[in-house]
């Protein structure tokens, strides 16, 4: 079992930068795909990016690619995500979640999720 814990949401202008951080607890961290979804109001769940294993391979929604940086520290059992030229259509509940699976995109493949955090960007 992995639990998954979010923290660095917040309000933030546009144009302005967030990290969040995701700290995992139990075994085998480093053997999860691990990825970011976002929840906007009124919206589903959508996919960001997620990071394999071992970090050597990410994959964004196009609509991050650029701005979005996602990295892992396997030592320390925690996945980023850097998030930059904040727009306020970025605005949603952002959550990390840990695939057994190689770099799936869909929600569907995940098999643990953490509680999510708020990010708000003000225009």
């Known amino acids: 079992q992995v639990q998954l814990v979010e923290s660095g949401g917040g309000l933030v202008q546009a144009g302005g930068s967030l990290r969040l951080s995701c700290a995992a607890s139990?075994?085998?961290?480093?053997?999860?795909?691990m990825g970011w979804f976002r929840r906007a109001p009124g919206k589903e769940r959508e996919f960001v990016g997620c990071?394999?294993?071992?970090?050597?391979?990410?994959n964004y929604a196009d609509s991050v690619k650029g701005r979005f940086t996602i990295s892992r520290d396997n030592a320390e059992n925690t996945v980023f995500l850097q998030m930059n030229s904040l727009k306020p259509e970025d605005t949603a509940v952002y959550y990390c979640a840990a695939a057994r699976s190689f770099m799936p995109t869909r929600r569907e493949s995940y098999d643990h999720w953490g509680q999510g955090t708020q990010v708000t960007v003000s225009s």
């Open positions: 990071i394999s294993w071992n970090g050597g391979s990410t």
């Open positions: 139990g075994r085998a961290f480093s053997s999860y795909t």
